[in-house]
T-cell receptor, first 116, second 110 residues
């Protein structure tokens, strides 16, 4: 069964360092998303991506964040200069259609980021 | 903005017990409502959904009814199994994103 894969599963970094989280969405999906969950809090929307551009982003997704689909298969989230409060589980998701209509996002297992 | 509130966990039940996980929402429009589940070591996956008032979503013995008058979408199951142990997320669809609650961890004891 096709699945979304994420790497790394866990990354520990020093404050101020750049981090890249990688995702391989399901191959025929067109819509891509990043969410994050700080421990004990809600799963928060970060950004949606369609047709090689950002379609929507939250207020969390400031200039420190960027997304890219560099080669048609990977979908990456970059944090330029990590802060302590960026420590969270980051989830990548993809969908075949606009999730508003189907509600069905396919999620990866998540990448846990720990900023020291 | 739109939001989802669900009951705090963890919830611990014995096998074959009745389950309710409460979820309420606030929304300016008429969102679709969802329950997602995350089993240990896996990503979130859609469990069930309802797209309009009074719709009932159901899957794997779980049910939830879209109640516009109480802005609720409570998850229920008549007889839980150990394999239902997971984290359950209530969510609503807005524009082209889905807004999630905090999740409720469910432990089922044999």
């Amino acid at each position: 069964e096709p699945e979304v894969t994420q790497t790394p599963s866990h990354q520990v970094t020093q404050m101020g360092q750049e981090v890249i989280l990688r995702c391989v969405p399901i191959s025929n999906h067109l819509y891509f998303y990043w969410y994050r969950q700080i421990l004990g809090q809600k799963v928060e929307f970060l950004v949606s991506f369609y047709n090689n551009e950002i379609s929507e982003k939250s207020e969390i997704f400031d200039d420190q964040f960027s997304v890219e689909r560099p080669d048609g298969s990977n979908f990456t989230l970059k944090i330029r200069s990590t802060k302590l409060e960026d420590s969270a589980m980051y989830f990548c998701a993809s969908s075949e259609r606009d999730s508003f209509f189907t509600g069905e996002l396919f999620f990866g297992e998540g990448s846990r980021l720990t900023v020291l | 903005g739109d939001s989802v509130t669900q009951m705090e966990g963890p919830v611990t039940l014995s096998e074959e017990a009745f389950l309710t996980i409460n979820c309420t929402y606030t929304a300016t429009g008429y969102p679709s409502l969802f329950w997602y589940v995350q089993y240990p070591g896996e990503g979130l996956q859609l469990l069930l959904k309802a797209t309009k008032a009074d719709d009932k979503g159901s899957n794997k013995g779980f049910e939830a009814t879209y109640r516009k008058e109480t802005t609720s979408f409570h998850l229920e199951k008549g007889s839980v199994q150990v394999s239902d142990s997971a984290v359950y997320f209530c969510a609503l669809g807005e524009d082209d994103k889905i807004i999630f609650g905090k999740g409720t961890r469910l432990h089922i004891l044999p």
